[in-house]
């Protein structure tokens, strides 16, 4: 696994449109560099999110369901997508959701429904955060040293089966660190 | 390039959480289908969004950008997404609302400069849809036919870089029905 | 039931201001032809929406009730909308989030209430996609072969009076074909 | 032209859940009189939206074009809308903010281009009210007394068109009175 090292190139040399637009356009990646931009060494690659969703489709294909797939990164940004032809069109934010929310409480959400019924300690913490997933199919993405990289989201199925494919794909990012 | 032909299995049998539930996990796509959920046989198939993706990916690696790619289908939905490493985070947004304009007026974004500036005649057009895209590289995506099948949505170097990077991708979706 | 056929007139001609303007300006859709712009086959035409809602209306007038009724179309994007004399305000947003739920996740809204229950496998999903609906009075329409065209949403009175309404909107779809 | 009553059944007989829903299921309209629901004596009517839906496609279809038509209420809320087939995406929320933002300034959406351009008094605008649109297409809606009743906005061609469009609309409804 091509582990990405941190390069921040400070491309911003003013503070003006002018210098601001040259930077863009002067902007060259070192060879072997992740590039102009800032990655930080935490996050995850752009590989390890297809290692990830490529695993959870193949997981849905063996479960004949059609999913929407998303991964964020360590910042909780989307960081890849997809969605199965025929998924539902509501799990495309469903499955954003959910990798946001894992990653923005650092746990799987299917760890947030009784933490959230009526009655229980974040009852109503689901409309924060332009609303939280408190069902399961969110995973953590985590590196061989067990430090979290991102997360998955997957819906489309059941919880049981979004939760089977997410882990999936949380699976084979960690074996792909062997 | 497979054409998905459309299909859709009834798979809501009742009106309960049970049937609902059962429903879903009864769900089995025929050999062949695109799934148990409508697909739009005039809609971007996710084969043909990650073709779309790779081409992009490739052109912006022959620039040394690093680029977010967005792909929605016809209806505007977002059905793929890719960021590179260390591409800009604000270019999350930007790509996804790039494709979701090109697709919402069915022209390239970068036809909408000049249209959108103060004097002219869609002066503020941007803040409309939650906020459209109004430079260049958001680009259409079209079957053999010339019939639109979605849009493409570049963002994270110079507006010329993204709108080749945009067309890579489109020319891609064009190539692969030959 | 007149069934409009794809038709894509390039009309974009140039990149520019002028040519934008020009080019809209110059649309001349065919005789027969939807028009200039890209209209998929699977979708609901205006013609089909407005018998949805004047079904609707006649079922609201049965009743006694003063119905918002919404429609989108497959790709989930609102195509016509009537509001009775005297309506709910509030159910505007209702009926068109009930009509947006039905095609989100292809069903009808009220097969999500039992599952989104506390203790239900899908609690809290109303908080995603800015706001589904999880009670009855959305119901997808479909075409002759049974394939998805759009999706009907109706509020305005008891559930049980809004999915009397939606269902017959959904019917006299289903009629028109034949 | 039907000039509508106004009409408050105070059908909200409690606080409670059920005394609310008890009121909704026994909500019976005077036979002749708008419903259960208040309906403003100023506001313009189901029947009177329809009329200016109508002479705006007319219109649209004398043009050749394509239109996304929306009529709000005079309170600004959405009251009728409709969509050609083919006709732009993005147009559907311009179509609606033109509306609102006709009433909500109560002139023609024309009227704010000049207004809104760096260094005029209103530079900006378009941001607040989660977006006004400051071209042409929304025009006011009036009673035979010169009193707002609602507004119109089209949106799908060139500005002059969708003006043209939406004061068809618009004579039609001041028609209707005669």
New interface residues.
Partial sequence: MKK?SA?FLAFCLGTGTLAF?QA??D???NAGS??????LPG?I??DL??IAINAAIQKAQEQ???MNIAIV?A?G??????????????????AI?KAKTARGLNMPTSQL?DA???GAELYGI??TNN?????GGGELLKNKDGIIIGAIGVSG?????DVAAAQAGAAAVLEAWR
Avoid: C, Q, W
């Avoid at 940004?77 to 469903?94: T, V, Y």
């Fill in positions: 990405n390069l637009a863009i356009k902007a060259k990646p992740p590039g102009y931009g800032l990655f996050d690659t752009a999110a297809r004949g369901t059609l990164d910042g940004n989307l960081k890849a997508f997809s969605r199965m032809d025929g998924a539902f069109l509501a799990s495309i934010d469903i959701k429904h959230s019924v009526p689901e409309v609303g939280l997933v408190i069902f199925s059941s919880v049981a089966n």
